[in-house]
């Protein structure tokens, strides 16, 4: 197998090295960035008696408290934290089905579902380390970067789903709502059942921008995560790094479909060597 062994929360977040990161062209959005604001009347009798505690005019004293709002959900930027982008303009929205996108201030997708054939793109995005085309340490790089810059930008939009045909989770996490690219991968993914934001077995990064370089690449590692009966088992995990002016849609998708190609590879090696130790007890 081809993995690093790395330890698994809730929510998965990557190591690496902090690097300075780039600004980028952030994309529109209509988030509203203000703090919804709920005001407690005071409950101090409008005229002072000498006869009441001093602590009296203090009670019921105006305060604000910060509510969550379309963008600003604080599980989800949790989540994203463990991801390794923080939405540092508390502005991210977690998008699982078309209504999300109306919340986002987006379009709705043309035609769903929709099916994209990235049989082209597929040799544009090498696995990290299996080739001297991409290897670890510049896809970390590259990886660290991208974060950095999501973290700064104006908005953030998020699909989840499942890969078609399959049960693996894929989280896309990109700042750029140009030529209907959110939209399009909500009608790509299939639906999964409503839950509480948790780790994916897919996490892309895409970053758009004017300032953006081209680049592309993905790489599987192998985690430990903990189950509900408080043991630990071994799990492989991809994450997808797609940058550019205007990231392609099959790009992300190529990344996908070798994302989930080589979890499905390893785990059918993990079962065979399960079975192999079972026999020999």
Same mark, same amino acid.
């Given at each position: 197998?081809?993995?690093?062994?790395?330890?698994?929360?809730?929510?998965?977040?990557?190591?690496?090295?902090?690097?300075?990161?780039?600004?980028?062209?952030?994309?529109?959005?209509?988030?509203?960035?203000?703090?919804? +604001? +709920?005001?407690?009347?005071?409950?101090?009798?409008?005229?002072?008696?000498?006869?009441?505690?001093?602590?009296?005019?203090?009670?019921?004293?105006?305060?604000?408290?910060?509510?969550?709002?379309?963008?600003?959900?604080?599980?989800?930027?949790?989540?994203?934290?463990?991801?390794?982008?923080?939405?540092?303009?508390?502005?991210?929205?977690?998008?699982?089905?078309?209504?999300?996108?109306?919340?986002?201030?987006?379009?709705?997708?043309?035609?769903?579902?929709?099916?994209?054939?990235?049989?082209?793109?597929?040799?544009?995005?090498?696995?990290?380390?299996?080739?001297?085309?991409?290897?670890?340490?510049?896809?970390?790089?590259?990886?660290?970067?991208?974060?950095?810059?999501?973290?700064?930008?104006?908005?953030?939009?998020?699909?989840?789903?499942?890969?078609?045909?399959?049960?693996?989770?894929?989280?896309?996490?990109?700042?750029?709502?140009?030529?209907?690219?959110?939209?399009?991968?909500?009608?790509?993914?299939?639906?999964?059942?409503?839950?509480?934001?948790?780790?994916?077995?897919?996490?892309?990064?895409?970053?758009?921008?004017?300032?953006?370089?081209?680049?592309?690449?993905?790489?599987?590692?192998?985690?430990?995560?903990?189950?509900?009966?408080?043991? +630990?088992?071994?799990?492989?995990?991809?994450?997808?790094?797609?940058?550019?002016?205007?990231?392609?849609?099959?790009?992300?998708?190529?990344?996908?479909?070798?994302?989930?190609?080589?979890?499905?590879?390893?785990?059918?090696? +993990?079962?065979?060597?399960?079975?192999?130790?079972?026999?020999?007890?």
């Amino acid at each position: 197998m081809r993995f690093l062994l790395r330890a698994a929360t809730l929510c998965r977040g990557q190591s690496s090295k902090l690097l300075a990161s780039r600004p980028v062209a952030a994309a529109s959005n209509n988030c509203n960035n203000n703090t919804s +604001r +709920r005001l407690f009347s005071s409950a101090a009798p409008a005229a002072a008696s000498s006869n009441l505690p001093p602590s009296i005019p203090r009670v019921g004293a105006a305060t604000a408290f910060p509510d969550e709002y379309p963008g600003q959900n604080y599980i989800f930027n949790w989540c994203l934290n463990a991801d390794g982008v923080t939405p540092l303009k508390k502005c991210a929205f977690r998008i699982t089905k078309p209504l999300d996108l109306k919340v986002a201030g987006l379009e709705l997708p043309k035609s769903s579902p929709l099916k994209v054939n990235a049989k082209s793109d597929r040799s544009k995005v090498p696995e990290a380390g299996m080739t001297d085309a991409l290897s670890f340490e510049t896809f970390d790089e590259v990886m660290q970067q991208t974060k950095d810059s999501l973290s700064l930008s104006d908005a953030l939009y998020c699909p989840e789903g499942h890969a078609p045909s399959t049960k693996f989770g894929v989280r896309v996490i990109t700042n750029s709502s140009e030529n209907n690219l959110v939209s399009d991968l909500v009608a790509y993914l299939e639906r999964m059942p409503k839950r509480q934001p948790k780790s994916q077995s897919v996490t892309c990064y895409v970053l758009g921008g004017s300032d953006c370089e081209e680049f592309a690449g993905y790489a599987i590692e192998e985690v430990e995560e903990q189950k509900e009966d408080g043991s +630990r088992e071994a799990v492989s995990v991809a994450t997808v790094v797609v940058t550019g002016k205007k990231p392609s849609l099959k790009r992300i998708v190529a990344g996908i479909e070798l994302s989930v190609e080589g979890l499905e590879a390893d785990a059918a090696e +993990r079962a065979e060597k399960k079975k192999a130790e079972e026999k020999k007890e």
